[in-house]
């Protein structure tokens, strides 16, 4: 069982960065790999990024590439997501996800194992 609870989120103006962060419970955080998805209202959720355990894999949706980096540090047992760059259609909740095996760098939210609550990221114009 695996626990996540995001945090970091809030209005920001456009252009602007925020960092995400989400901190996993348990001792087998290493054997997950990680994804951050979001969802804007009325809308399925949305790829965003992925890594794998070691951090040595990462992928990232055609739409943040540039302006998003996802990072993970297994001795805090923390992912998180640099936004920067921030536009109003980066408006949602975002949600961070743990998938296992770990080398795997999904997609699809199907695919993963453990959802966090999310948090809120409002980007205005």
């Known amino acids: 069982q695996v626990q996540l609870v995001e945090s970091g989120g809030g209005l920001v103006q456009a252009g602007g960065s925020l960092r995400l962060s989400c901190v996993a419970s348990g001792r087998t955080f290493i054997q997950y790999a990680m994804g951050w998805f979001r969802q804007a209202p009325g809308k399925e959720h949305e790829f965003v990024a992925s890594?794998?355990?070691?951090?040595?894999?990462?992928s990232y949706a055609d739409s943040v590439k540039g302006r998003f980096t996802i990072s993970r540090d297994n001795a805090k047992n923390t992912v998180y997501l640099q936004m920067n760059s921030l536009k109003v259609e980066d408006t949602a909740v975002y949600y961070c996800?743990?998938?296992?095996?770990?080398?795997?760098?999904?997609?699809?939210?199907?695919?993963?194992?453990?959802w966090g609550q999310g948090t809120q990221v409002t980007v205005s114009s």
């Open positions: 890594i794998s355990w070691s951090g040595g894999g990462t």
């Open positions: 996800a743990a998938n296992w095996p770990g080398n795997s760098l999904e997609t699809v939210p199907s695919e993963y194992d453990y």
